[in-house]
């Protein structure tokens, strides 16, 4: 292929030869993997054939999916993506944790469109393995001080008056990786803990009232798990009766059982190990539990040694999911929309603004609708590459004015130990041969 | 329940717990049922700071050491040192210096903490397990390892609240995050133009790292979308698998939690199941041998940790299970 005749926003053939003109071998090896051959590519390009797109499926030619019968209606009785799209996974990171029962699984968010994060894709994070739950034979418990404790089967859980609401989950240790220096290569790994999803369930408040709890001594609910672990979290009495969910829709179907199926809870815009899993039992108290994970772990380690323990709210990040880390543009110039996704835990995104020169110059990015509370919001801006080297970065402004941080600006205050709550601006570089990589400046 | 029951019960209920209960719900939706005391009892495990939920029940230091060498050495060290898990000794005081080291000697404030913990998760793969004599047992034979307290200590709901950990007084409350409207202390300006005099790249990734880490990063991205549109190698054979399949080796010692002790190259807390391979290959009683071993345990062959009892997979998997490590753990 002749980058020469390459027209603007096409997409052409990635990548070695955009420094090698001709481009032989490449060929030879993009034969092999495309196989089956689903790439698009402008037909009357002679090269398509080696890339492994047969000219007879191109036009003016007809593809055989236009020429026989498909599939019969049902087959797939519970959908799956094409099998085109099978590169599109949660991926644990290499190297992070010792065993993959206590572990994480990234979102995909480089191949991601719009703010809903599919079920299949929502990350994962379990401390004890991932538990097979029997709904009919859960129960959720809520006792300690409250008028009457009471035992919910998940019947009476669906049949409470319920409420939807999209919001995002992220866990606390999102980008914790990134504290020292740039140590993963793409968007999946820096902010992967990161999903959104319209979550289905009865407002804590109103369990809370269900049982009569104690309305001028109780300050915080305990949350427990039904996994192994049976992890346990401390939620303010605030929290509990503003928008806590307890939760068993997910996108319109069941909670998943990597989110916690059948119940779990939902703690809007806080850390999202609040938001625990496979919910078996709510406690109403006077003190905080100070459990595990809430002071050996999930507490945040400052310059002295000194740990900041509760710290709950996810402050307003933002991050450029394309280009991003690990991309390549393939056109060298021309025009490429930036996107991304912003968020707050403190209430709605109010602004983003990118710069493409490291934070020189920024421009405003537009929001797309719906921008909510609590929940992602995607931004894209238009941009024309001219080809040269760019630092690519993204800045959102929520609406109590909170402004993201640089990554110096955290650390003059926070070191680069607290492991939790890192919310600075990602500089994704982009080099002058169209490959993007993760770098601070 | 009555009429009469209802209007009066939850009077009474308040008069006697002494608190402030909310008013009588808006409605009643005559759903749920009275936890009974004794199954809150099975549940109500959580163990505050100040020793409420701590059960009645004993264990000395040297109960724990023997606790500890049956359920907790194989993955944390006989001396709670081992890092392949969550080391539990050591490090303390070295939160404030260049290298922290995070344990339970250094870091956890509350020794009631430990207990809790202990109670509901551990062991690993068998939480819930240990009664709670064996659990104030293990407690404290791990306070003992890291000095805490003295080899004559007995844990118990007296004691345990007493004792003070090393980094007791190392947290504190920062009140920027812990409410919706916080404030921050980090204090960024929306600035639009020339907002930096020079920008300076000053970090980034190795050469070489990305490839020896993740291999073909190129093959994460969706070509169509990405300007990346090779289509990844990985695509169609991942979404094709069927999902009934019976399951491969690999997933059966997963789903049994062999793989929580060991790697398929890589020894964690036992061998890697190609070292295992390599050191019986040509042995033709060795599946036999190694199945049993599975069973009754072993005897620290690889090690100065013993390998438990495992009864999870069925006698036909724990063949497969045997015949796919002696084969070198394949991948396919």
Known sequence: ???????????????????????????????????????????????????????????????????????????????????????????????????????????????????????????????????????????LMIHGMVRQPKIYTMEDLLRFPAVSRIHFVECGANTAMEWGNPAVPTVQYTHGMLSCAEWTGVPLSTLLEDVGFDTKGARYILAEGADGASLTRTIPIEFALDDVLVAYGQNGEMLRPEQGYPVRLLVPGVQGISSVKWLRRLKVGDEPWNSREESLQYSDQMPDGMSRQYTWIQEAKSVITSPSGGQQLLDRGGYYEITGLAWSGRGRIRRVDVSTDGGRNWRT?????????????????????????????????????????????????????????????????LNPDGTVDNVQV | MSRFERLVLPAAALLLAGGTYAATPTRD?????????????????????????????????????????????????????????????????????????????????????????????????????????EVYAAAAYVLNLNDIVPAGFVADRDTLPKVKMPNRDG?????????????????????????????????????????????????????????????????????????????????????NNCTVCHGIDKAIVGPAYRDVAARYRGDAGAAARLERKVREGGAGNWGSIPMPPQSGPTDAELARLIGWVLAGAPDK
């Not at chain 2, 000053?202 to 979308?225: C, H, K, N």
């Open chain 1, 365 to 429: 990015a537009r929001l797309q609708e719906p921008i909510l509370p609590k929940c992602l919001t995607r931004f894209r801006i238009d941009w024309n590459w001219d080809g040269g080297p760019a630092l690519l970065q993204s800045r959102c402004i929520d609406e109590t004015g909170f402004v993201q941080p640089k990554m110096r600006q955290l650390r003059e205050v926070r070191g680069t130990r607290s492991v939790y709550h890192n919310n600075a601006i990602q500089t994704w570089r």
């Open chain 2, 29 to 133: 939706y005559h759903l749920g049922r009275p936890a009974e005391a004794a199954e809150i009892a099975g549940w109500d495990i959580d163990v505050r700071p100040d020793g409420a939920g701590l059960p009645p029940g004993q264990g000395s230091v040297a109960q724990g050491e023997k606790v500890f060498e049956a359920h907790c050495a194989t993955c944390h060290g006989s001396f709670g040192d081992s890092n392949e898990y969550m080391a539990l000794t050591g490090g303390i005081g070295s939160l404030k210096t260049n290298a922290p080291v995070r344990t339970v000697g250094s870091k956890l404030n509350f020794a009631t903490t430990l207990f809790d913990y202990i109670n509901r998760a551990m062991p690993f793969s068998q939480s819930k397990s240990l009664t709670p004599d």
């Open chain 2, 171 to 255: 947290f504190f409350l920062f009140p920027g995050l812990m409410h919706v409207r916080g404030k921050p202390d980090t204090h960024n300006t929306a600035c639009m133009h020339d907002c930096e005099t020079a920008v300076t790249v000053t970090g980034q990734l190795p050469p070489g790292f990305v490839s020896t880490l993740y291999g073909d990063i190129s093959a994460e991205f969706r070509g169509l979308y990405t300007m990346n549109e090779r289509r990844p190698a990985a695509a169609a054979s991942a979404a094709t698998t069927t999902a009934a399949a019976e399951p491969s080796p690999h997933e059966l010692a997963e789903r």
């Open chain 1, 1 to 139: 292929m002749d980058r020469g005749d390459a027209k603007r926003g096409r997409l052409v053939l990635a990548p070695e030869d955009l420094l090698q003109p001709g481009g032989s071998s490449r060929r030879r090896l993009l034969g092999g993997l495309l196989g089956g051959g689903a790439a698009l590519l402008a037909g009357r390009d002679a090269a398509a054939a080696t890339a492994g797109v047969d000219p007879a499926h191109l036009p003016p030619n007809v593809p055989p999916w236009s020429r026989s019968l498909g599939k019969p209606v049902g087959s797939d009785p519970y959908g799956q993506p094409s099998p085109y799209e099978g590169n599109v996974i949660r991926r644990l990171s290499p190297g992070l944790t010792t065993t993959k029962h206590s572990s994480v699984a990234f979102a995909p968010l480089q191949n991601l469109f719009g703010i809903i994060t599919p079920n299949g894709l929502h990350f994962e994070r379990d401390h004890n393995g991932r538990p097979d739950v029997n709904p009919y034979e859960h129960r």
